[in-house]
């Protein structure tokens, strides 16, 4: 009944607006309550009691007051007062926004970057950010900086980013010297500067931020900078040199069947401007056809890191619907150009975290095919010459070196396992293995075969029963 009420005065204060608007905070009476709502809040009154303040601040809103709209979104935000509710936050931040309460544009831009009861939307929170920064709002400066920082919602653009951050800065918004530190601590963008890091991340830690009283205080500034005195100039990969400066440009060429298989060689995560080498680890890429599609999965040693299915765009493969199992990996791969070689690839990858929806740094793979995907002094015993569906069932198609034992299982196209399907005896030579497709919902599915540590799958699709 209570929420029935709230809906009726904000509907009666939308009607409102065009006089009410006018009086935001100016009467004394008004500025009066606003005093007395903070206090209750944050305990300046003898006592913390945000119920009373929630109280006051649905009176002023009742009567049209725009700081009070934001202020109650809040506490609907955060569930301070009052039960949690998003729905109740949104509308209040809206109404306020549109008041030209920029706080309040940037509450609920907050709510669109991190999905908070409404579907995420970067590109509306970067516009909203925006519209706050263009007024002058620290907040705004910072929210659409970071954005364009780490290209959320909007094409990364480094120059602009520090633009907006630079005024954050000179407002005191100690997030924006923290972004500032970070971009010439690393060099983003060629343009490295040690003590205007060092400089940016001591004033965000008089300001109290956490990360840069850490930074600070374990000399993460003097790590950076002997870490990049003392990388080489050259990267050596086969008998091929690598050269630091300069990102190697992939054409994208390499057809499906020449990118099948299982490769074996380096990865290199490059600063943003390309010119520059991070980081390098020992990678396996195994890549398998599914019609116009490919399937591609990321190995770190024996550690599955990133799987998903990939579609051909030109000369680029691009990752398609992001599943929920897939938010569980370290990483996913959003983008690949190949350029392939006799048995040498060259891939330009890109990748994003599924935790924090961020892009992460470009990636130039230098890899090598391997025939199999066993050890080198394993020899194959056993290959998945073809996989189909009919009549309910599906059957996959196998030649054995010879008599044996295999385990089957049925799994997601990202690795997942579904079902146990026991085993089957094969025969040296070619066999026949029927599996029943009853009660699979309609999509792609992998079939895993393992016999003494040795592995086999096909993507295989089950259409409607």
């Given at each position: 009944?209570?929420?029935?009420l709230?809906?009726?005065?904000?509907?009666?204060?939308?009607?409102?607006?065009?006089?009410?608007?006018k009086?935001?905070?100016?009467?004394?009476?008004?500025?009066?309550l606003?005093?007395?709502?903070?206090?209750?809040?944050?305990?300046?009154?003898?006592?913390?009691?945000?119920?009373?303040?929630?109280a006051i601040?649905?009176?002023?809103?009742?009567?049209?007051?725009?700081?009070?709209?934001?202020?109650?979104?809040?506490?609907?935000?955060?569930?301070?007062?009052?039960?949690?509710?998003?729905?109740?936050?949104?509308?209040?931040?809206?109404?306020?926004?549109?008041?030209?309460?920029?706080?309040?544009?940037?509450?609920?831009?907050?709510?669109?970057?991190?999905?908070?009861?409404?579907?995420?939307?970067?590109?509306?929170?970067?516009?909203?950010?925006?519209?706050?920064?263009?007024?002058?709002?620290?907040?705004?400066?910072?929210?659409?900086?970071?954005?364009?920082?780490?290209?959320?919602?909007?094409?990364?653009?480094?120059?602009?980013?520090?633009?907006?951050?630079?005024?954050?800065?000179?407002?005191?918004?100690?997030?924006?010297?923290?972004?500032?530190?970070?971009?010439?601590?690393?060099?983003?963008?060629?343009?490295?500067?040690?003590?205007?890091?060092?400089?940016?991340?001591?004033?965000?830690?008089?300001?109290?931020?956490?990360?840069?009283?850490?930074?600070?205080?374990?000399?993460?500034?003097?790590?950076?900078?002997?870490?990049?005195?003392?990388?080489?100039?050259?990267?050596?990969?086969?008998?091929?040199?690598?050269?630091?400066?300069?990102?190697?440009?992939?054409n994208?060429?390499?057809?499906?069947?020449?990118?099948?298989?299982?490769?074996?060689?380096?990865?290199?995560?490059?600063?943003?401007?390309?010119?520059?080498?991070?980081?390098?680890?020992?990678?396996?890429l195994?890549?398998?056809?599914?019609?116009?599609?490919?399937?591609?999965?990321?190995?770190?040693?024996?550690?599955?890191?990133?799987?998903?299915?990939?579609?051909?765009?030109?000369?680029?493969?691009?990752?398609?619907?992001?599943?929920?199992?897939?938010?569980?990996?370290?990483?996913?791969?959003?983008?690949?150009?190949?350029?392939?070689?006799?048995?040498?690839?060259?891939?330009?990858?890109?990748?994003?975290?599924?935790?924090?929806?961020?892009?992460?740094?470009?990636?130039?793979?230098?890899l090598?095919?391997?025939?199999?995907?066993?050890?080198?002094?394993?020899?194959?015993?056993f290959?998945?010459?073809?996989?189909?569906?009919?009549?309910g069932?599906?059957?996959?198609?196998?030649?054995?070196?010879?008599?044996?034992?295999?385990?089957?299982?049925?799994?997601?196209?990202?690795?997942?396992?579904?079902?146990?399907?026991?085993?089957?005896?094969?025969?040296?030579?070619?066999?026949?293995?029927?599996?029943?497709?009853?009660?699979?919902?309609?999509?792609?599915?992998?079939?895993?075969?393992?016999?003494?540590?040795?592995?086999?799958?096909?993507?295989?699709?089950?259409?409607?029963?």
């Amino acid at each position: 009944m209570k929420r029935i009420l709230i809906f009726s005065f904000l509907v009666l204060a939308m009607a409102m607006t065009a006089s009410a608007m006018k009086n935001d905070g100016d009467s004394i009476a008004d500025a009066k309550l606003m005093r007395m709502a903070y206090q209750y809040r944050y305990g300046v009154m003898p006592e913390v009691n945000p119920r009373k303040s929630a109280a006051i601040y649905m009176r002023l809103v009742k009567r049209g007051n725009i700081e009070a709209m934001n202020q109650l979104g809040k506490l609907y935000l955060d569930g301070d007062g009052v039960e949690q509710d998003f729905r109740m936050a949104r509308c209040l931040f809206s109404m306020a926004a549109q008041g030209g309460n920029n706080d309040a544009k940037c509450n609920l831009a907050l709510m669109y970057q991190k999905g908070m009861g409404v579907p995420l939307d970067n590109r509306k929170a970067f516009m909203l950010y925006k519209s706050a920064a263009d007024a002058g709002n620290a907040r705004g400066y910072y929210g659409a900086g970071y954005h364009l920082y780490k290209g959320l919602g909007v094409s990364q653009n480094y120059d602009k980013s520090v633009r907006m951050l630079e005024k954050g800065a000179e407002k005191g918004h100690s997030g924006c010297d923290l972004l500032l530190g970070a971009y010439y601590a690393n060099d983003y963008d060629g343009k490295g500067d040690t003590e205007k890091a060092e400089r940016h991340y001591r004033r965000a830690s008089r300001h109290g931020n956490g990360w840069t009283i850490d930074l600070t205080k374990h000399n993460v500034l003097d790590s950076i900078q002997q870490r990049k005195e003392h990388r080489g100039k050259w990267k050596h990969m086969r008998n091929k040199t690598l050269p630091e400066k300069g990102m190697r440009f992939v054409n994208g060429n390499a057809g499906i069947n020449e990118i099948t298989g299982r490769w074996v060689g380096t990865a290199y995560a490059y600063d943003w401007s390309r010119t520059e080498i991070l980081s390098e680890e020992d990678i396996t890429l195994e890549v398998e056809a599914v019609g116009d599609s490919v399937k591609v999965s990321w190995y770190r040693g024996d550690s599955l890191c990133s799987e998903g299915m990939m579609g051909r765009n030109g000369e680029r493969y691009s990752l398609g619907h992001v599943s929920k199992e897939q938010r569980d990996y370290p990483w996913l791969l959003t983008a690949a150009k190949f350029d392939c070689k006799d048995k040498e690839m060259y891939a330009a990858l890109k990748t994003f975290s599924p935790v924090t929806c961020e892009k992460l740094h470009p990636v130039l793979a230098v890899l090598e095919r391997k025939e199999t995907s066993m050890n080198d002094n394993q020899q194959q015993t056993f290959t998945i010459q073809g996989v189909s569906t009919s009549n309910g069932n599906i059957s996959v198609i196998v030649d054995a070196a010879s008599d044996m034992t295999v385990n089957i299982e049925l799994c997601s196209v990202t690795g997942m396992p579904i079902k146990a399907l026991g085993t089957r005896n094969l025969t040296a030579g070619h066999n026949k293995i029927e599996i029943s497709a009853l009660g699979l919902t309609k999509g792609l599915y992998s079939i895993v075969l393992t016999h003494k540590g040795e592995r086999h799958s096909k993507i295989v699709t089950v259409r409607k029963q």
